[in-house]
């Protein structure tokens, strides 16, 4: 849409609903310097619904469960889903529908409008990932298709991990649920055959958790090996030859490793899982097989020195990746760990700043961090630097997709693919 106020206002008047939900994706686009908070556009489309009916609006998505006071304030908006809404939204459109009060009611966020107080209600998880089935007849699969690259695909919800500043577990809750194998593999087959969608992504926090499950899903897709292809989110730790081998035979052609950092001292200050001999053999093990692979950085972090940003770059080196996307500074959300140490310390002086874009840069790194990490990418074809526009990503990103390029954009990165890429060589 050219105007998408304009748009939906127009919808909103055609379709008279009794209730409107707004999914509020993103906060804003996590990258430094370059931020942009999304908060204005989303008023926009908050007055575009008001100015075109008198309905109820309900926010919900991922941005507003990391903080559901600030928007139902900032976009005064009486109710919001927090969490999954496959549940919670029906049961707040029944308690609605009833002129009853929706406070209480699980996984739902109520602002009382007289005192603007704020009462959330805790989410109440669902019990398996395949509790509700996602109806996708409502939207329109195939132009979501064309015109962001691939089509998406989740096999479970939450995140066990403790990275300080991931927000998954906020999001989707601290344990890990599942779906059937199965059933992931009929949904694939069903968007292929309906729609044509031969590319997917795998938005799961990460694909190879828990231990053994990825490799079910694998086998459940490899019938369909050959017709699909497919992308996702890896930890360099629980990762081996055989495990990659299966992905290749169920149609993955690139995947994503969550590094970070290329220090053991950086990693553990971040809390993950893994350590620099995991992300070595993991990128070894590509290598061995030409299968393209990114590695995603985060520069800045707690007790980083130049000597860990040193360390990181040299083992980027040393592994070759396909393509290093690199970003300066920990974008720092409510309620993650990262900022509760830095509420405690006094870092931070109130939650309310974290609402608008707020990174942290270790103190030792503060001053030049993004001029040594521009250096590096500068230094190398392979890099991409959200919010530094090195390269002129959104840019020759753009063209790319214009030319028809499906999945992954990052696996055209080097000037030498990406020049036949824009030739239409690929």
């Known amino acids: 849409s050219e105007d998408p106020p304009a748009d939906v206002r127009?919808?909103?008047?055609?379709?008279?609903?009794?209730?409107?939900?707004?999914?509020?994706?993103?906060?804003?686009?996590?990258?430094?310097?370059?931020?942009?908070?999304?908060?204005?556009?989303?008023?926009?489309?908050?007055q575009a619904c008001r100015t075109a009916s008198e309905a109820p609006i309900v926010l919900g998505g991922s941005a507003f469960t990391t903080m559901?006071?600030?928007y139902l304030a900032a976009l005064d908006v009486p109710y919001g889903v927090v969490g999954e809404g496959e549940a919670a939204f029906p049961a707040?459109?029944?308690?609605?529908?009833?002129?009853?009060?929706?406070?209480?009611?699980?996984?739902?966020?109520?602002?009382?409008?007289?005192?603007?107080?704020?009462?959330?209600?805790?989410?109440?998880?669902?019990?398996?990932?395949?509790?509700?089935?996602?109806?996708?007849?409502?939207?329109?699969?195939?132009?979501?298709?064309?015109?962001?690259?691939?089509?998406n695909l989740q096999t479970k919800r939450g995140c066990h991990y403790k990275c300080t500043f991931c927000a998954y577990p906020v999001i989707e809750g601290r344990g890990m649920r599942t779906r059937d194998p199965e059933g992931i593999a009929a949904e694939v087959a069903a968007l292929l055959d309906a729609h044509g969608i031969d590319q997917f992504f795998v938005v799961d926090s990460v694909f190879n958790a828990p231990r053994g499950y990825a490799e079910r899903v694998c086998a459940a897709l490899r019938p369909l090996g050959q017709r699909v292809r497919w992308s996702c989110f890896v930890t360099p730790g629980n990762f081996n030859a055989a495990l990659l081998d299966a992905m290749i035979a169920a149609g993955c052609q690139s995947i994503d490793f969550g590094t970070d950092a290329g220090s053991d001292r950086t990693l553990r200050a971040f809390r993950k899982s893994f350590n620099v001999d995991d992300i070595r053999a993991a990128s070894a093990i590509c290598r061995a097989r030409g299968f393209p692979f990114c590695h995603s950085l985060v520069f800045g972090g707690e007790g980083e020195s130049w000597e860990t940003v040193a360390e990181t770059i040299a083992l980027m080196?040393?592994?070759?990746?396909?393509?290093?996307?690199?970003?300066?500074?920990?974008?720092?959300?409510?309620?993650?760990?990262i900022a509760l140490a830095l509420l405690t310390r006094g870092e931070v002086p109130g939650v309310e700043v974290l609402y608008e874009p707020w990174f942290y840069v270790a103190p030792a790194v503060r001053e030049g961090l993004a001029?040594?990490?521009?250096?590096?990418?500068?230094?190398?074809?392979?890099?991409?630097?959200?919010?530094?526009?090195?390269?002129?990503?959104?840019?020759?990103?753009?063209?790319?997709?214009?030319?028809?390029?499906?999945?992954?954009?990052?696996?055209?990165?080097?000037?030498?693919?990406?020049?036949?890429?824009?030739?239409?060589?690929?």
């Open 317 to 337: 080196d040393e592994c070759r990746p396909t393509a290093v996307t690199a970003m300066c500074g920990v974008r720092v959300y409510p309620e993650t760990p």
């Open 371 to 426: 001029e040594r990490v521009r250096a590096a990418a500068r230094a190398r074809g392979n890099w991409l630097l959200p919010g530094m526009k090195v390269n002129d990503e959104e840019r020759l990103f753009a063209r790319l997709r214009g030319r028809g390029l499906k999945g992954d954009l990052w696996r055209y990165v080097s000037r030498l693919r990406l020049g036949r890429a824009l030739a239409g060589a690929e």
């Open 92 to 151: 707040l459109l029944a308690r609605l529908a009833a002129r009853a009060s929706a406070c209480g009611l699980a996984g739902i966020a109520v602002r009382d409008a007289a005192t603007a107080a704020v009462e959330v209600a805790p989410t109440a998880w669902l019990p398996a990932a395949d509790a509700v089935r996602a109806d996708r007849h409502w939207i329109d699969n195939r132009r979501y298709f064309e015109q962001g690259g691939m089509g």
């Open 10 to 46: 127009v919808a909103v008047a055609a379709h008279r609903p009794e209730a409107i939900g707004i999914s509020l994706r993103n906060v804003d686009n996590c990258a430094y310097p370059d931020t942009v908070s999304y908060l204005p556009h989303y008023r926009a489309v908050v």
């Open 68 to 70: 559901p006071a600030h």
